[in-house]
């Protein structure tokens, strides 16, 4: 008797405890959610009220449509002409965006695919390391060898090819590569592939990996080959999954801005060619910050970090429903 209340007593004594600690670290990473929506209020409120400046003198479809950039042209009659447009940056921003997905998608799904799938286990962990290094690497370092080596090696192989093939159906694809130290929307887009490729492998593999192996088996037992079995249960169950890493990598591209501000030109308007130089919503603030002399001036630029922080935010947010919806579907296999 005396040992059972003693055990009694300590199992109370523990959970006395336990109630004492619950309320501190609820109220604590309740804090620290609040913190985080409080952060993201403070940043879109800044946003919104610093464009007012500019809305002041340009409506905001004027400024998504127009491609013109004019800090301030002094006119005969003593006026300034101030004109701010963002077409230019936001079709940049897209097109060197989507030529990294198109490259770099269908190569990390199928390497995240051998890696599950195919690779054995001496050969998946170096490989897996690899990709995790290759995803620490600073963008100016990618910056760098995009200016050099890979330039070189674009133009005489990817670029021609393109050029004489693809540019004799699209238009915008038809135009001479140039030099090596030309720079490009297409070779910005390039190096964006490389960059988000690590991203595109690691993600997929997690969902991957997460197909339950039931499923494999079963499928395998009514006579299917591996290979099937991938193609017919695994990919078809991660879909959701996959395509999350794919908007994923995308957000990260459409983001970055020292690697593309290097090999993207920075070139005012839209370009009749990806091989042409041209500009991103990301590299026209990062090069125009510090000749931001006007309050007019840096209103356009915190526009364009508007405009670059609502794409992001739905990106995400399209990333956070598919992720949801692959839950949903694993949960039911």
Known sequence: MTRRSSTLTTLDLHQARANQADPFFRRAFGAAAALGGLLLLVITGYLITNTLPLWAIQSPFSFISTTAWITGIEQADGSTLEVYGAASALFGTAASSMIAVLFAAPIGILGAIYLVEFAPKRLAIPLTFLVELIAAIPSVVFGLWALGDLSIRLRDSIEWWIASTLGQV??????????????????????????????????????????????????????????????????????????????????????????VTMVIGNAEGIPTSLFLPGNSVAAKIASNLGEAGTEIQLSALVALGLALFLLSFVISLVVRISLRRFSAIKAVS
């Open 170 to 259: 699209i238009p915008w694809l038809s135009e001479d590569p140039g030099s090596p130290a030309a720079d490009s929307v297409f070779r910005a887009g390039f190096l964006l592939a490389i960059m988000i490729l690590p991203m595109i492998v690691a993600v997929s593999r997690e969902f991957l990996r997460s197909v339950p192996i039931s499923l494999r088996e079963g499928y395998i037992g009514m006579g299917a080959t591996k290979w099937e079995a991938i193609r017919n249960v695994v990919v078809p169950t991660a879909r959701v999954g996959l395509i999350g890493a794919v908007l994923l990598a995308l957000g990260r591209a459409i983001g970055e801005t020292i690697a």
